[in-house]
């Protein structure tokens, strides 16, 4: 494996790697102070979409963390570049909270249930049967079926529950059409990212707490890959997986000297 170039440019998970279960990890704020700073160019990246960049800035805040909202980059504005490519100024029928309907907003994009371009299932907080129901009649008509993530499940004070990639496959068994996921593990998202701010693959690294989203998704794209232990992965399942991160770390505590 050739020699990297020192890191210039950071991408970060949220959830598992900077806060877990609304708490900070300890060493998140140096962490983030210490890049801002510095003034290394940094995003930190979610596959949440019911929240605005401006919404997870206040968030993160009241946590004690203050990530600028134009350091922010979630599977909702991923996958509002992506269509921007793709049929920019088109037309969509929307199952998502302000995080996805904003970002569809600010590209021009039109939200109906009347021949829309595309069907676009994101995260809520409580799915309608009636709007699955309609999605799937859309979708069976012909519309494009876009997945802001595929995360089967999400957490609830009672619990897991339904999450986007869940009801995605509701939808599919229903169709028989297949969606396309833009969040991770897709390394769209990645190089989109990127994109934002200016990097480069070859002195970017990818810090995640998920070996099957965050690593594999850093590695397809290029970047070093850091793996935390205060999230989903433990040590000891890193080895079950045929990809390996660049390296293994606590906490982000562990890379303050590296920025």
Request: glycine share 8%; net charge negative; proline share 7%.
């Amino acid at each position: 494996m050739s020699e990297r170039k020192p890191i210039e440019c950071w991408l970060s998970d949220m959830d598992g790697v900077l806060v877990h279960e609304g708490i900070p990890v300890p060493g998140a704020k140096e962490f983030i102070n210490r890049l801002k700073e510095t003034g290394r160019r940094f995003l930190v990246l979610t596959n949440n979409s019911i929240y605005t960049p401006r919404d997870l800035h206040v968030r993160l805040r009241n946590t004690g963390l203050d990530v600028p909202p134009e350091a922010i980059y979630t599977s909702a504005l991923a996958t509002a570049d992506f269509l921007n490519t793709q049929r920019p100024k088109g037309s969509a029928y929307v199952i998502g909270e302000a995080g996805l309907t904003t970002a569809l907003h600010e590209i021009g994009y039109v939200l109906t249930d009347i021949s829309p371009d595309y069907v676009i299932l994101g995260e809520t907080r409580s799915y309608s049967l009636g709007a699955i129901t309609r999605a799937i009649r859309l979708v069976d008509a012909g519309a494009r079926f876009i997945a802001t993530n595929p995360d089967a499940t999400g957490p609830s004070p009672e619990g897991i529950q339904p999450a986007c990639g869940a009801v995605a496959a509701l939808i599919t068994k229903a169709t028989g059409v297949e969606p396309y996921f833009v969040g991770k593990p897709n390394p769209l998202m990645m190089r989109s990212a990127l994109n934002k701010v200016e990097g480069h693959s070859e002195s970017t690294a990818m810090i995640g707490d998920r070996m099957d989203t965050d690593i594999v998704s850093g590695m397809e794209a290029g970047l070093e890959t850091i793996l935390v232990l205060t999230g989903i992965t433990g040590r000891e399942q890193v080895d079950r997986f045929p990809f390996q991160p660049n390296r293994v770390v606590n906490s982000v505590a562990d890379l303050i000297d590296l920025v």
